[in-house]
């Protein structure tokens, strides 16, 4: 079983709509969340982090948390042709690493 | 500006030919982890150094070797490379273990191993 899951893509959006992007995970005991974009060859970077359930947000960025449903989403306000990137969600689950999904592929059509 | 390098960028080697990939930080983090990721797949841990304190992932073919001399400077070595170790190889460090929420990982630009 999969730890942590996300939906493979194409999420499709047009330019300035608002993208979301989902993430389940398996461990209750996991204890903060991270999202981070990757381009096409190039290495992960991280956009923002959560550990509280709720939002929080960064600019166009806001993630949620649910730990009773072990849900984490990113969305994105907003969105740019500049976003189109794979969102790869991981989860620390208190074993000192972090478990990646295999990311959603993310496309923002001008 | 603090950051994670890799070096080099893109790598060929023959199959079977030994090849060292480097990483090095000026974060004076304590943590260094090295990566795979092959296309469409998510990053696979494959070691970390805690400090010098060397943590094997239990899947990690014994091919895979790594070397931490210091605090800055972390190698990866590939003893017999196989077609399938043809990947990413990202090196990414972290402050301290990641015991607490707080902890984040930040990632080199990755080295692209192709064998031929």
């Known amino acids: 079983q999969k730890e942590v899951e996300q939906n493979s893509g194409p999420l499709s959006v047009p330019e300035g709509a608002i993208a979301s992007l989902n993430c389940t995970y398996s461990d209750r005991g996991s204890q903060s969340f991270f999202w981070y974009r990757q381009y096409s060859g190039k290495s992960p970077e991280l956009i923002m982090f959560i550990y509280s359930n709720g939002d929080k947000e960064d600019g166009r960025f806001t993630a949620q948390l649910n730990k009773a449903s072990q849900y984490v989403s990113l969305l994105i306000r907003d969105s740019q042709p500049s976003d189109s990137a794979t969102y790869l969600c991981?989860?620390?689950?208190?074993?000192?690493?972090?478990?990646f999904g295999t990311g959603t592929r993310l496309l923002v059509s001008p | 500006d603090a950051m994670v390098i890799q070096n080099p960028r893109y790598q060929v080697t023959q199959f079977g030919k030994p090849v060292t990939l480097s990483c090095s930080q000026t974060?004076?983090?304590?943590?260094m982890y090295w990566y795979q990721q092959k296309s469409s797949q998510a990053p696979k841990l494959l070691f970390h150094y805690y400090d010098k304190d060397f943590n094997n992932e239990a899947d990690t073919p014994d091919n895979f070797q790594s070397r931490r001399p210091n605090t800055s400077f972390c190698f990866l070595d590939i003893r017999s490379p196989g077609l399938g170790d043809a990947a990413m190889y990202l090196c990414?460090?972290?402050?301290?273990?990641?015991?607490?929420?707080?902890?984040?990982?930040?990632f080199g630009p990755g080295t692209r191993l192709l064998v031929l």
């Open positions: 974060l004076n983090h304590n943590v």
């Open positions: 991981a989860v620390n689950t208190g074993f000192q690493k972090l478990v």
């Open positions: 990414a460090t972290s402050r301290d273990r990641l015991a607490g929420p707080r902890e984040t990982q930040y």
